[in-house]
């Protein structure tokens, strides 16, 4: 297509049906708003090339571009960053789709969608976004062979671009297995590099954790050698808080160790964690593990990572949950756990207080401060009522609905005013059996609080609040079952609509697949990979030698194979090639651009004698050479025959 001609019909709506493909998975992650006004830009091209009407002015396309510019302004608050800078780009490709009226136009418009193909990434590397991205790479690259060849039907621009596609497949491959992998996210920003993780914090307020259910994503995969726990063993332990100011809970800072302060006895779990990022440190995990090939142990039981877990995350444990801790805790320590801020939740206090004056043992008190929350008739919610200053009181006396958090530090706010040592720990609670795989997928919306007690004879004791008022909490369905029917749970997470739990099982198996052997694949597996393959020493220098060694080989391959072919003639060429370097030689060379039917006829006309042979000759040479039928060695020799009788009649004149 020339710079000046006019670009036809079927490529304008080919371009706006590639805006739609390319940013159509933005929308999964941008506020809704961008999206429609890409759409509507998107959709007005379109019409606007359906009825053949020209682009608008630069006076119409300039506010557009400011609305769009004060909607991401809107949206981030900054202009700079990850998110802004490819909510910009999203919001460009549509505008500059609106004054496409040139080839160079269409250029740009491509190398536009090429970049946010390429920016998906930036945002999530699921399977679902490399699918969307590879549909998008397609559909371009069948636009750009459009824009070149106008004529090309649509079908057949898309087969080319999958052939496209398929010669870049082998350096893609070279360049997945044997790039040296770099540690950290594909964005690095101190702006907003994490902004998209979510799950706990190391914070609790009152409504920290039911904030989390709604999302219905999920927080990490668990995968068992052998059995897997049964639901009421389900505890995966987070952050442990066991400081409160009246408002909210959090942890208590002290070094991590490098091993545990336990032994190890009696049964165990075996099983691996695939943890998504959640900015944080703590490594999820049973109770109380002791085997572990990532992190190092809290002075509360827990696993602690050496940085925040920016990207996904996979190690193995070992857990034992009959392991009796804190036996010899420190008395510094215990006095820290019975700590309550002055000038909160009097009559919660007050109540401790009573039950801490009535019975002297700590199984009695602890029996006694259940036995005081269950005869609350307390309510479980996802939507309490609010609460003020004395959050634990309103809760307990007066609106008697929360959610775990809510039991949680309320138990603990008794215990402690009881005289017994009481901390919050939070993680999740449950997860459900991906029967594909065998998986246990642990959800955002498992998120769940419960408490420690520290007894004389015992040591630390898990509470559930919750589950001692609500034990359907810990079966098989979990959240889901202890809730009340005002509490809907997200669509995608329920699990009594038979169709969508199977669509979301296939789903999840195959993330999980993908996250295993694609994003899985860090430089400890490549590393191990090189060492299978003979390499035992390989470091950044081999695999740079190694990744273009076979990159060349590949070039030189796709070299080989597109470049012209100029292969031998086969016997029927032979023999035509003959025939006209004996014409040529009497001074009537054929010219390239003559068909085998026009040189005859010039040559009929220096030997009309010899018209019929010399006619006869190219009718069969064209024959035997363009027909539907291949020619066959009899066919060939009566070529040569005639070819040979001719020569003998010119060499006679």
Known sequence: MTEAARIPRALQLQLCALAAITLWPYALFQPWYLSLLAALLIGWRAALAWQDRATPRRLVQLPLALVALALILFAYGNPVGRLPGLAALCQLLPLKLLETQRTRDIRVTLLLAFFLIVGMFLHEQ???????????????????????????????????????????????????LLFPRIEGPLWGMPLDAYTGSTGLSDRMDSASISKLVPTGG???????????????????RGPVLGLFNGEEWRPL??????????????????????????????????????????????????????????????YNLRSYPDIVVGLNESAELLEIMQRLPPGFNPRAIASGEEIGGRWLRAPERLRAVIDLMRSRSLQYTLSPPPTGRNSVDDFLFVTRSGFCEHFAAAFVVLARAAGLSARVVTGYQGGEVNPLDGTLVVRQSDAHAWAEVWLPERGWLRVDPTAESFPRRIDERGLESSLPPSDALPFMVRTDIGWLRNLRYRWEALGNTWNLWVLGYNAQRQMAMLRSLGFADADWRMLVSLMAGSAGLWLLWLIWRLAPKYARADALDRSWQRFCKQMARRGHARHSWETPAAYAARLSLQYPAQ???????????????????AAHADDISTLRARIKTLSASLGST
Do not use: H
């Open 126 to 176: 699921s399977a679902i976004v490399a699918i969307a991205a590879g549909a998008a790479s397609l559909f371009a690259i069948a636009c750009a062979a459009r824009t070149q060849r106008p004529a090309l039907p649509l079908g057949e621009s898309l087969r080319l671009g999958g052939r496209l596609l398929g010669l870049g497949l082998p350096l893609m491959l070279l360049l997945f």
């Open 218 to 236: 999920i927080a990490f995969r668990a995968s068992f050698k052998g059995a897997i726990p049964p639901p009421a063993e389900r505890y995966w």
């Open 253 to 314: 800072l002290a070094p991590p160790r490098s091993r545990a302060s336990y032994e190890e006895i009696g049964r165990s779990w075996d099983y691996s964690i695939t943890l998504e990022p959640n900015n944080l440190r703590w490594l999820l995990s049973l109770d109380y593990p002791l085997r572990s090939d990532s992190g190092r142990f809290s002075y509360d039981n827990g696993l602690i990572a050496s940085a925040p877990v920016r990207q996904r995350t996979r």
């Open 611 to 629: 018209a019929d042979n010399l006619q006869g000759i190219a009718e069969l040479y064209a024959r035997l050479r363009y027909g539907k039928l």
